[in-house]
């Protein structure tokens, strides 16, 4: 595919670096350039708009910033992958919800689900006495194919009785609790850490353990305050990436 790139004005007061990081930066943005697709070398960019060296890497480097684009040493420069962008930090609603309104497939797989006595951490989280009947679930959620989200939750049994035995593939959590339960999330506080998977969880999402996740721990509650959901979290950050609106 040939880009026809446009030309840039030197009699204008805008910087030649600048005119050139906006021209490539509208190629991709336009989706002219795909993601992992190779820019043209820094001798190509330099011919093609007439500048020096100087000018392209800077405007390259002001492009790795806007993380628009990534460099392999050797190899040159490659557009990002798009990351979807999620609400769900900031909200009462799931990841689910903020990942079907984008348009993409969600598929959910029930890795385990069962009843179990609340251990430390989670009675902690619940507010429940240590050993109270929880129901547990690890969740497996993928995005277009690819893996994308590892949840191990914990509900408070006497809430929700029965969810142990619910089918719950491709189900939203969320939409099992309203429907079902009559459910409906007042508030909720989320913790985000950087942490690297064990050999089990990296083998689930299809990474290494050496890749970089992000941890993510939630209570929510009702209006009257009862707490109805505890869960941790394991998410691929090289898919997306989180958006809190501070107001």
């Excluded at 339960?181 to 089990?200: H, M, N």
């Excluded at 083998?203 to 996740?213: D, G, N, R």
Aim: charged letters at 30%.
């Amino acid at each position: 595919m040939t880009i026809t790139y446009p030309r840039l004005n030197r009699d204008g007061a805008e910087p030649l670096w600048m005119q050139l990081m906006r021209a490539l930066r509208a190629e991709i943005e336009s989706g002219e350039l795909g993601p992992d697709q190779p820019l043209p070398s820094e001798a190509e960019l330099s011919d093609m708009f007439s500048v020096s060296r100087t000018v392209v890497r800077e405007a390259l480097r002001e492009l790795v910033q806007q993380r628009l684009i990534y460099k392999i040493k050797g190899r040159g420069a490659f557009v990002s992958p798009r990351k979807t962008e999620l609400r769900f930090v900031g909200t009462t609603s799931g990841s689910a919800d903020d990942l079907r309104e984008s348009g993409r497939r969600v598929t959910t797989q029930t890795i385990h689900q069962s009843l179990g006595q609340a251990d430390e951490r989670e009675a902690a989280l619940l507010r429940i006495p240590r050993g109270e009947e929880v129901v547990r679930l690890r969740r497996l959620r993928c995005v277009d194919g690819q893996p994308w989200l590892l949840v191990d939750t914990a509900l408070p049994a006497r809430l929700v009785p029965g969810l142990e035995r619910a089918v719950l593939e491709n189900q939203s959590l969320y939409d099992v609790l309203r429907r079902r339960y009559g459910i409906e999330p007042a508030a909720a506080d989320r913790w985000i850490e950087a942490v690297f998977p064990d050999s089990e969880d990296a083998a689930l999402l299809e990474v290494s353990t050496s890749t970089p996740l992000l941890g993510i721990e939630s209570v929510a509650w009702l209006d009257d305050n009862t707490r109805f959901e505890a869960y941790y979290a394991l998410h691929r950050s090289d898919q997306t990436r989180f958006y809190v609106g501070i107001r």
